[in-house]
T-cell receptor, first 111, second 117 residues
């Protein structure tokens, strides 16, 4: 399963757009990309999933280039409450569901 | 969305005792549940995959005799930490997938904070 690499931390200000990029060079054809958000002392919460190109939902967008070796989570107009750790996961569901958490990106939103 | 609960939310036990943590899917049936452990300021580490009606699958390096997993029903999986020691103190989180959800989303429980004294 492809290992993921993300920046360890990022700082932003309220109202700005934040883009967090994740690399997954060894992603396989059938693998999907998912992103989760985790607040301290809580379980992670699903944000978005994608396979290729662009996916958008009510909270974020996910951009995946054609080679799928990376993905970028875009959070529009962040607020203080978006301060959290964001994890990029590669998911494989052939021969059993498998996913591995990487180190994650600690996003700190300042006023 | 689907809800996963855990009980207890935090527990303190003495070294050498055993602790059981429950993970329940409240509004869906989960044939598979996952158990993670998270140390402070670190990422989640998958410990094992719990399969209803069969033995759990443990990740490399996780002692199956120390971390007993039972998935006796489609809505309940339990993790028992046997003969707990201070180094087992951690945040334990379970997750499950709702078969009705079209994505690969995992629903995570709120976690259980275990402190071994």
């Amino acid at each position: 399963l492809a290992k993921t690499t993300q920046p360890i931390s990022m700082d932003s200000y309220e109202g700005q757009e934040v883009n967090i990029t994740c690399s997954h060079n060894n992603i396989a054809t059938n693998d999907y990309i998912t992103w989760y958000q985790q607040f301290p002392s809580q379980g992670p919460r699903f944000i978005i999933q994608g396979y290729k190109t662009k996916v958008t939902n009510e909270v974020a967008s996910l951009f995946i280039p054609a080679d799928r070796k990376s993905s970028t989570l875009s959070l529009p107009r962040v607020s203080l409450s978006d301060t959290a750790v964001y994890y990029c996961l590669v998911v494989r569901d052939t021969g059993g569901f498998k996913t591995i958490f990487g180190a994650g990106t600690r996003l700190f939103v300042k006023a | 969305g689907a809800v996963v609960s855990q009980h207890p939310s935090r527990v303190i036990c003495k070294s050498g005792t055993s602790v059981k943590i429950e993970c329940r899917s409240l509004d869906f049936q989960a044939t598979t549940m996952f158990w993670y452990r998270q140390f402070p300021k670190q990422s989640l580490m998958l410990m094992a995959t719990s399969n209803e009606g069969s033995k759990a699958t443990y990740e490399q390096g996780v002692e199956k005799d120390k971390f007993l997993i039972n998935h006796a029903s489609l809505t309940l999986s339990t993790l028992t930490v046997t003969s707990a020691h201070p180094e087992d103190s951690s945040f334990y989180i379970c997750s499950a997938r709702d078969p009705r959800t079209p994505t690969y989303e995992q629903y995570f429980g709120p976690g259980t904070r275990l402190t071994v004294t």
